[in-house]
């Protein structure tokens, strides 16, 4: 029950549980205040990607809280799609 890879022995496929691996949301950053995001991942160290509504990679700060949480930090207020991958 906790694979990340489920199989349908009824078809032969394989299917991945997603949403345990990556979590993304947009929100918008006051400068220098850091801003707390639940991803529900179940691991603490994980790979964050921020861009702008550009296109552009936003670098931000990051701080593991925990096994579901995070805390990010821009130098600057900015909109941003933030992607959360194990």
């Given amino acids: 029950a906790?694979?990340?890879?489920?199989?349908?022995?009824?078809?032969?496929?394989?299917?991945?549980?997603?949403s345990q691996l990556r979590f993304s949301t947009n929100i918008t950053l006051s400068a220098n205040t850091g801003a707390q995001i639940t991803h529900n991942l179940g691991q603490k160290l994980v790979h964050v990607s921020a861009?702008?509504?550009?296109?552009?990679r936003i670098q931000l700060d990051v701080v593991y809280n925990s096994t579901t949480q995070l805390t990010v930090t821009s130098?600057?207020?900015?909109?941003?799609?933030i992607a959360i991958s194990l």
């Fill in 75 to 81: 130098v600057a207020g900015i909109t941003v799609d």
């Fill in 2 to 18: 906790d694979e990340l890879i489920n199989y349908n022995s009824g078809n032969g496929q394989f299917s991945l549980r997603e």
């Fill in 51 to 56: 861009m702008d509504s550009g296109g552009n």
